[in-house]
């Protein structure tokens, strides 16, 4: 077997690369916790219709998919993706905010009609969620010792 060139790929396709296979990654996480963790939620159930023989043949392809990443990601090069806890929080309920406030009454209106007492009321349960959920990044946009400050993004929320 002859040895295969080395990958000649610019600074902007190992980044396109890199993307790809952090999506990858991530996709096989979230495969393997649910796999590892069925659990029915408030807004969602995902039922586990999966017989044995169909879960192995999952789990032995999310193996063989963990492979071939890290080993195109050891050939390409690929750009760890070095990630605060913090900041992947503020990002995730950052989003989350928004969407909550694109949800209150002058969103709906948008929809249709709305009731001025509906419309009350929606505010007032979306409120329910917005001020833990305010108060949680505001919890990860402070300073911890040694390391930075709030994201700008998150500043600019709160």
């Known amino acids: 077997m002859t040895a295969q060139p080395e990958f000649a790929l610019t600074a902007a396709q190992v980044r396109s690369v890199s993307s790809t296979l952090h999506l990858v990654e991530r996709s096989l996480g979230e495969i393997e916790r649910l796999l590892a963790h069925h659990r029915t939620?408030?807004?969602?159930?995902?039922?586990?219709?999966l017989t044995p023989d169909v879960r192995q043949g999952i789990v032995t392809c999310c193996d063989e998919m963990r492979q071939a990443v890290a080993a195109l990601a050891l050939e390409v090069g690929v750009i760890i993706d070095h990630r605060s806890l913090r900041r992947v929080i503020s990002g995730q309920m950052s989003i989350v905010w928004v969407a909550i406030e694109d949800t209150k009454s002058p969103g709906l209106r948008g929809y249709g009609p709305l009731a001025e007492a509906d419309a009350v009321r929606v505010d007032e349960w979306l409120e329910n969620i917005s001020?833990?959920?305010?108060?949680?990044?505001?919890?990860?946009?402070?300073?911890?010792r040694g390391r930075g400050g709030a994201s700008p993004r998150i500043s600019g929320i709160l």
């Open 41 to 49: 939620g408030i807004t969602e159930c995902v039922v586990d219709d």
């Open 131 to 144: 001020r833990p959920l305010l108060a949680l990044l505001r919890l990860v946009s402070e300073p911890t």
